[in-house]
């Protein structure tokens, strides 16, 4: 009977589902229960199963217990968590005064009042029993489903106390932003009144405002917010929100400004899926005003939480940004351009940072010499002018004006970090090194220089900066969609002249910047436009990649050759009394790509030029003496020749042999009056030939027989 009870017992903790262990358990028991005979062997058998059973029982309890405690203990410290943001949230309400009156806020006071004392019960519980049960692990599990209810309580209270302070929030209007006042800028004056008028626009929703660093655009609008919270009531927003983007965007940190602006921070508590849906349900009781300052990239506003403008009506988005395709990504219905400040707005500018020693009679011809070299741009006329507050020595202003003119103002307090960084980030946000490598190679330039856009993209091209395996339109349409970019970006504007761009003269000064502090092998020397009479060649003697001393008044260069073997650029145009280059000279230039010698007096071209055997370029435009070339055959990869508005009556021997030669200038020719047969058919690649005002003419009689079809041959011609 003994073993009969101890095989009673195992069949009842056996599973009550059918199993290969139960089924064998039910016949050992039939036997030793119908035969008493077997009952000592069978109860071997039946120990070594019990023991199985027990401990693969064991394993399923311990993973049961397990799985059950680390839950409830997670439930637990959820509750902590959850409890505290519901008192917070409590709090808040309390606060709000005449919130507190209404009835559904009286109820749902009580009802976190009542939760309140519920899951203080369960706490107690749980510490009351610490001791035992593992610690309080398996008192946390006994208090599971308590747990999970006033969790579950906890997480709808939240929710209801969210939608109370949301739908009974009282309008804001803006808040004060301190701010340099505008009333004497007539410019950023008008700019203001401007984008007042199209607040009461209703059908613009979005507005952009853009341009360079240091313009004064956040400025501008920070007066505009300080102006409508003076407002009167009759104005169109409930609620203007101020929001500082920075170029790193952080969508957490945009809902967070807007959330503390709504007086909505316990909100941030979630997901940002979760977060933009708080955001959008209480936006959507207000005629906000958004203003989102120094925007670098397009921003999703459902996303972000904000009801689309042209949906929710009477809400409206301002934006700030150096970049013109930002106000295109965020379908800005008006952009607003900032300009740079006028004469005697920068003037005046200048003399409120300086102080009174701006206007002292020695002093005062200088200041205006600095101002002006500010270029109108607010943010360097603050810096410089506060820099030379309280100075009084002349020789201070001279070595700033100094150091300003020659664009190496690094001595003078704040220009780096203050201006010449924040306006590096414009340079550092531009996609690809290409684009870089183009807005650097304008500052070779000389200041307030229009630059020609066709020369422009000859040179970018010559150097590498645009594919050159494609035909001379898309290569024309390539680079001036890098200029309208860099327009975009406020890094070029337009020249004074049709088809010309420029650069700022801090934007300027900044690149050349640049330049000096790369790592990767590309420094300049830029001496251009500075009166220079004779080339360093200290200077020269450098790793240098590119070099420009365009007009200077350069007479003569150096005899020997400089080691310049790593410079890809040679910029020497516009030195009208320049009237030749040494043949040593050039020896020292073998990695040239572009060479430029339009403008000078020069009669002919040295014969070390033939062996720049990586040169692209070769321009010599406007060389009034220049009378002869010399066999140019072994400049193999030459692409572009400019010989317009030279003396040369015949093309050079061997240029049937410039199969690379793409365009070719020879337009304002007035002596040229023959041209080789054989020289047109071999030119296979041209695509630009230029003879426009030239002596010579094709399909005249008496010149050379079958020119037009050699032109007829050449299947890349264009133009």
């Known amino acids: 009977m003994n073993i009969q009870r101890r095989l009673a017992s195992a069949l009842a903790v056996i599973p009550h589902r059918p199993g290969r262990l139960s089924f064998l358990l039910q016949i050992l028991a039939f036997k030793v229960f119908s035969f008493p005979c077997y009952q000592s062997s069978a109860m071997e058998l039946v120990t070594s199963v019990l023991g199985s059973l027990l401990a693969e029982v064991g394993r399923h309890l311990y993973g049961f217990i397990s799985s059950g405690i680390r839950n409830s203990k997670l439930y637990f410290d959820d509750l902590e968590k959850e409890m505290k943001l519901l008192t917070d949230l409590r709090n808040n309400v309390e606060m709000e005064g005449e919130l507190v009156t209404i009835i559904e806020a009286t109820e749902w006071l009580k009802q976190v009042e009542g939760i309140e004392h519920e899951v203080s019960l369960i706490q107690e519980a749980v510490a009351a029993n610490h001791e035992k049960c593992c610690g309080g692990f398996l008192n946390c599990c006994l208090h599971r489903r308590q747990l999970e209810k006033g969790f579950k309580e906890v997480k709808r209270l939240e929710g209801e106390g969210f939608s109370l302070l949301a739908a009974n929030r009282i309008p804001k209007s803006a808040e004060y932003i301190p701010t340099a006042p505008i009333e004497d800028q007539a410019t950023a004056t008008q700019n203001l009144a401007k984008i007042m008028n199209l607040l009461n626009d209703d059908g613009v929703r979005r507005i952009g405002v853009w341009g360079m660093g240091g313009v004064g655009k956040t400025t501008l609008i920070k007066n505009l917010n300080n102006k409508l919270r003076n407002a009167s009531s009759a104005q169109p927003f409930s609620i203007v929100i101020w929001v500082t983007v920075s170029q790193e965007l952080d969508l957490i940190k945009i809902q967070t400004q807007i959330a503390e602006r709504l007086d909505l921070g316990l909100i941030m508590n979630g997901s940002n899926r979760t977060v933009a849906g708080r955001l959008f349900q209480r936006l959507e009781q207000e005629k906000f005003l958004l203003i989102l300052d120094d925007v670098w990239e397009g921003i999703d506003l459902d996303a972000l939480g904000v009801p689309q403008p042209e949906v929710h009506a009477g809400c409206k988005i301002i934006l700030t940004s150096r970049r013109f395709d930002v106000c295109r990504e965020m379908k800005t219905d008006i952009e607003v351009k900032m300009d740079v400040l006028n004469h005697e707005e920068a003037w005046k500018l200048f003399c409120q940072n300086a102080g009174e020693v701006a206007t002292l009679k020695h002093i005062k011809p200088l200041a205006a010499g600095v101002a002006g070299e500010c270029g109108g741009l607010p943010l360097a006329i603050i810096i410089m002018g506060t820099s030379m507050r309280g100075k009084t020595r002349v020789e201070l202003w001279k070595d700033a004006l100094n150091e300003l003119r020659r664009s190496v103002p690094y001595n003078i307090e704040g220009i780096e970090d ?302």
């Open 418 to 719: 203050k201006v010449y960084k924040p306006l590096k980030w414009s340079y550092d946000s531009l996609q690809g090194e290409s684009i870089k490598s183009c807005f650097l190679y304008c500052s070779l330039f000389p200041e307030d220089f229009s630059i020609q856009i066709s020369e422009l993209v000859q040179c970018w091209l010559a150097e590498g900066f645009i594919n050159e395996q494609q035909n001379y339109e898309d290569v024309k349409n390539r680079g001036i969609a890098l200029i309208e970019n860099l327009k975009d970006c406020c890094l070029l504007e337009h020249g004074d002249h049709k088809d010309t761009v420029k650069m700022h003269d801090v934007v300027r000064d900044v690149a050349k910047w640049i330049a000096s502090t790369l790592e990767d092998g590309s420094k300049s020397l830029v001496e251009s436009g500075v009166g220079l009479g004779q080339v360093s060649e200290l200077e020269l003697s450098k790793p240098l990649k590119r070099v420009s001393f365009m007009f200077n008044k350069i007479t003569r260069l150096p005899e020997h050759a400089i080691g310049c073997s790593e410079a890809s650029t040679l910029l020497l145009q516009g030195n009208l009394p320049l009237q030749e280059v040494p043949e040593g000279f050039l020896l020292g230039f073998q990695a040239l790509r572009v060479l430029n010698m339009s403008g000078t007096q020069i009669q002919r071209l040295p014969s070390s030029i033939l062996q720049l055997a990586q040169l692209r370029a070769l321009l010599l435009k406007g060389c009034l003496r220049l009378v002869e070339l010399p066999p140019l055959g072994s400049l193999c990869r030459l692409q572009v020749l400019d010989c317009s508005a030279t003396l040369i009556n015949e093309l050079p021997e061997g240029m049937e042999q410039l199969k690379k030669l793409r365009e070719l200038n020879l337009s304002r020719t007035i002596h040229l009056k023959t041209i080789q047969a054989e020289v047109i058919a071999g030119l296979s690649s041209l695509e630009v030939l230029d003879m426009t005002d030239s002596e010579y003419k094709w399909g005249v009689k008496g010149k050379v027989e079958g020119d037009e079809h050699h032109l007829r041959s050449l299947n890349a011609l264009r133009n």
